[in-house]
């Protein structure tokens, strides 16, 4: 089964930068859309930044001009990154890596899939 691992996580001081990576281990499909989620006490996850497998983005307006999302341009697309720059205290969550795989024809493997998270701490 196809499994999302993320990497990068840490601490830094505000105004600081991290990069946030993310693999599948199986290379059965390229995801259709996959994203950075983050995750904080007593709230829902929420949406940081999507990209397709186009290459279209979409970010919260909370990171816009921050934060940038990328996937890599090997031959499936499975590998996602997330560049934090300028970060601030607010930033602090857990980071979830998601992808989507929705194909035209049915399959069992279609369905959205996470990574474990990676605690990301900015401190002021």
């Known amino acids: 089964q196809v499994q999302l691992v993320e990497s990068g996580g840490g601490s830094v001081t505000a105004g600081g930068s991290l990069r946030l990576s993310c693999a599948a281990t199986?290379?059965?499909?390229?995801?259709?859309?996959m994203g950075w989620y983050r995750e904080t006490p007593g709230n829902q996850r929420q949406m940081v930044a999507v990209?397709?497998?186009?290459?279209?983005?979409?970010?919260a307006d909370s990171v816009k001009g921050r934060f940038t999302i990328s996937r890599d341009n090997a031959k499936d697309k499975n590998s996602m990154y997330l560049q934090m720059d300028n970060l601030k205290p607010e930033d602090t969550g857990v980071y979830y890596c998601n992808g989507g795989y929705q194909p035209v024809i049915s399959s069992p493997v279609a369905g959205n899939y996470w990574g474990q998270g990676t605690q990301v701490t900015v401190s002021s």
């Open positions: 990209i397709n497998r186009n290459d279209l983005t979409n970010y």
């Open positions: 199986e290379h059965m499909f390229t995801f259709n859309i």
